[in-house]
């Protein structure tokens, strides 16, 4: 696994938002995929978000796959400009609730 340097990973983000958490779709939102990326739509909040990047639809679906964020962008293949793009975007969408972070009896 191919890690960032710490520099170059943090997202420009608020605080809520930590790539070495373990993160996933949260459950009240659905997931469409879409010949331009997906659709997400919560259920709880009735938010709906595209996702206009086949990449960060991948590294989305792949969270629950893996122990951190970080970890699902290094196996996304991504360079490390298109990983930090793609952590401001996931951060995002945990400030949106979109994904939201894991905990050991939900993972």
């Keep these: 696994m191919t890690a960032l340097p710490v520099s170059a990973a943090q997202p420009a983000a608020g605080p809520g938002f930590d ?3 373990a993160w996933g779709i949260h459950p009240q939102v ?9 659709l997400l739509y919560h259920f709880g909040t009735r938010r709906l978000s595209f996702l206009k990047d086949p990449t960060l639809l991948a ?3 792949a969270l629950p ?12 293949g ?3 400009a298109a990983q930090r793009r793609l952590a401001r975007a996931l951060a995002t969408l945990a400030a949106t609730d979109m994904i939201t972070e894991r905990t050991e009896a939900s993972s």
């Design 65 to 76: 796959e893996h122990p951190s964020a970080r970890a699902a962008l290094a196996a996304s």
């Design 78 to 80: 991504a360079d490390a």
């Design 30 to 38: 659905a997931v469409r995929p879409e010949p331009f990326g997906a």
């Design 59 to 61: 590294v989305v679906q």
């Design 19 to 21: 790539l070495d958490r």
